[in-house]
DNA sequence: AATGAATGAGTGTTCATTCAT
DNA sequence: AATGAATGAACACTCATTCAT
């Protein structure tokens, strides 16, 4: 059994590498690293708060670890974010932020309905893998009755944009004939998302439950091929 | 929107006493309160131990509010459970012998299989929606890594059994022509579990993405029929 | 180095039970393990206790652990001691009524003063050796300043006797003309134990202070050679 | 018989009480309390702790006493400490350091080598007296069998310089026909210790079993007179 | 005589946060 | 902008002791 966790992230950063605080040009990018650079200094800061928070939750994060993987003063996460929960908000809003706005580049509008919806399916899991710390931020800020989220008010337009992207895959689909009527395009979206969250959320207890590596290389292909399967199913007629 | 969480339990304990079967009469009133009775003291800190674990993760749970709610002491939780994790260990392990009971008392096998799928995708559904602790207790589990669960062998015996009544659904439908073959019963496991669990897991994230109060009573009504649906189309032929 | 501590007692106890006389029938083997046995309880709580305070000091020592070691209950330990200084104090003045009463046996008066004195430092150092905790317990209650040694009054007789032994050899030394005279019993008693003490008593530091291991069997030897002759220099004439 | 323990320390710190939180100007002084002087901090902790230690021992002393003596937030202890053995360990390592270099100080090459001993066994007679904290300690430190002394490289180094100070005091006598050959000089610094240390640090004991005051100031300076008798006449030729 | 359950006051340690520079 | 020192309230866990049987 895969003891690293999602796939392709060894020790949990290869592929979030990306975002290490070690590279200076990254996805939170410090573009110059100088010793007083504000910018750096936040985006150094969100960087490691994003992988503590992942890692422990909210509750199980330290704020002195985080000062520290940031290579920064304590007192600048106070500075920058007021408080420990004023820097999870951030960081959760720059989470949803980040798969809303990958999602919208998917530009799916110009596709056929069914294979639409297929690059869908595999981009959610896709983005799941590569971005484990978006799946247990989101049960973390669930476990906390989504009272951070609640106060974001960038998320709500993102989301709109987001849903109506899926019905506007269901409505070509049904005009053109290969998607049955009456849809819900939430109930839709939530399944789609559902059937790769749960599989990787769960992956440690499942791996468990089901005495099978759920994280090896060919569990995750045929979970994705299984998954595509389920929703085409779903929407055919 | 529900700003209680999982409908029905308008304390979020109101419901979960059902299922805490080891106290006889109930969970939290104990007759004969305090005194010396080792199987009651051991039943109440169980079961406030369930609800603490429940609300706020293995982290955040307080083992002095543990030992309030049970009337306690608080040396008792580390006299009958050596430590914080092995009470978390023992209400983990409590919580999937209960699910994986109550799923084995079914009796499926009688059941048309379409007719026996369908309900256990009902099922699954309202056990989730009645046992809301058991959703955290697996979520703080796997940010864990399932440390506590790997060390249980009961579970495993469970697990087998519950995999292989979903084996024998999925066979009978295929012999009566009504489900096609080569469906995994693992994947076809993990997507009744996923579809049910993420909706419910995610409901205070989710009500604010999709603007759209998740646990109102039609909005449950409308997600398990859709549900019921998705799985019938995955399998049928 | 030796890894255990003093010499022959590989787990502290093997010698130690020949000298628990106020055990009828020695330290740990019950000969009569009958349920209810008053005695035989009794003494396997005071050996139990008297190992525990050795090794970890009154401060340190644990009741739960002195209960289980000595197959009782913790109960029993309050129903015969009292308290946990009750017991510690039992424990102690044990252990000085079984030196003096030790001492008293050698039987020094027979023997040329010279070879007296031979004989007394090869047993003080000796018994040290083998009844490590009379050590141990001796620099607890001193950290205690002898709080429980205060109180007990067999302690005093048996002192004097102590005492008087010495004092008659060193007489019988002088009108022999082989000791020289003035020569303070007390003061000669204290460095008689002194050198022996000190030296086990800061084994494990010593080792590591003088670089070399202080309870290799030719060192000890090679002590109790030094010890001798110090101890003749010093009366001589 | 003085309750107090060692000479003229009415209540255990007069003689210490130079260092005493209490009185202002001190050996630690703090001149400008408590406001963010990080060395006087730590100067503060590592004081009280030296008292608490010596008085109770590694496992008795308690680190909020510590704390409160030295005007300390508990926090900080284990800010500059780690815990509590790191400031056990920090403790002891400052004690041997410190006698260590006191002895160093001496300049006992420059003195006839019988003059040179005398001179060595009142100054470690005098430092037990004046530093009582270090007995204690090194009593602790054998209960736990020396484990941090072990860890500590500082200690060796000084040691050996010790070590070979009394080889060259014992040469130098040999040469000058004062002292017989082959005497051992571990041995003899051994002895030096043991008689002066084992009659302070059983003091409590000792005047109950001898009934005699071992503290009174003529009892200490006869005691002092018999040591350094004992130490000439076991090297004299 | 003997036991296991129960307790309250601690015990070392950790935490998010603020202060002084 | 940035920092290290400092804090008080908790935190998991422990202990000697007593109660009920």
């Known amino acids: 059994m895969s003891q690293s966790g999602l796939v392709a992230t060894a020790d949990g ?21 100088r010793i007083r650079d504000a910018e ?14 992942a890692k422990n939750g909210l509750g199980g ?31 959760l809003e720059n989470a949803y932020v980040d798969i809303r706005t990958a999602e919208l580049k998917l530009n799916l509008d110009h596709l056929e309905p069914r294979e639409a919806l297929e690059r869908l399916v595999r981009f959610t899991w896709e983005y799941y893998q590569k971005n484990p710390e978006f799946i247990t931020l ?28 899926v019905t ?16 819900d395009p939430v109930q839709l979206n939530i399944t789609i998302a ?10 440690f207890t499942g791996s468990i439950v089901f005495e099978r590596d759920l994280m090896a290389k060919e569990a995750l292909e045929e979970r994705l091929r299984f998954n595509i399967d389920t929703i085409l199913r779903l929407v055919s007629v």
């Open 168 to 183: 506007t895959i269901l409505e070509r689909g049904v005009s053109t004939g290969v998607f049955r009527q009456g849809i």
């Open 194 to 203: 559902a059937i790769g969250y749960y599989y990787l959320t769960n992956r």
């Open 40 to 53: 750096a200094t936040k985006a150094r800061i969100l960087d490691a708060a994003k992988k503590e928070f």
């Open 138 to 165: 989101v049960n973390s800020e669930n476990l906390h009755r989504a009272k951070h989220l609640k106060k974001s008010e960038v998320i709500k337009v993102y989301s709109r944009k987001f849903v109506s992207m």
């Open 61 to 91: 994060a330290r704020v002195d670890v985080i000062a520290e993987k940031a290579r920064a003063n304590k007192r600048m996460i106070y500075h920058y974010f007021e408080s420990k929960e004023g820097l999870f908000q951030t960081v």
């Open 13 to 33: 950063q290869a592929v979030m590498g990306e975002v290490m605080d070690s590279t200076p040009a990254s996805a939170t990018p410090a573009k110059k690293p």
